[in-house]
Nanobody, 115 residues
Framework: QVQLVESGGGLVQAGGSLRLSCAAS????????MGWYRQAPGKQRESVAI???????NYANSVKGRFTIARDNAENTVYLQMNSLKPEDTAVYYC?????????WGQGTQVSVSS
């Protein structure tokens, strides 16, 4: 059972930056992909950024050019650097790992952006 622990959330003003971390209990090199998702109140959970084992990345249109996903295989950690934050980025951010068609989720970290 892969365990994921997110950290780095908080309250920031619009235009500010945050970096989220997702620490995995097992080697992330073995994962097919790692990603960040978010869920705002009253909305469905959506994909924000994904990094595949090949290194290919995929971003939601709403965050392209502002967010960057990266991984540190040695630390078994995936990061989400969020710049130029907007109030509409406010949500609980979740880390997800996929390995052999199984999904593993973290507990989430709150990101709040004030206008």
């Amino acid at each position: 059972q892969v365990q994921l622990v997110e950290s780095g959330g908080g309250l920031v003003q619009a235009g500010g930056s945050l970096r989220l971390s997702c620490a995995a209990s097992e080697s992330i090199f073995s994962m097919n992909s790692m990603g960040w998702y978010r869920q705002a109140p009253g909305k469905q959970r959506e994909s924000v950024a994904i990094i595949f084992n090949s290194g290919v990345t995929n971003y939601a249109n709403s965050v392209k050019g502002r967010f960057t996903i990266a991984r540190d295989n040695a630390e078994n950690t995936v990061y989400l650097q969020m710049n130029s934050l907007k109030p509409e980025d406010t949500a609980v951010y979740y880390c997800k790992a996929v390995r052999q068609l199984r999904n593993y989720w973290g507990q989430g970290t709150q990101v709040s952006v004030s206008s």
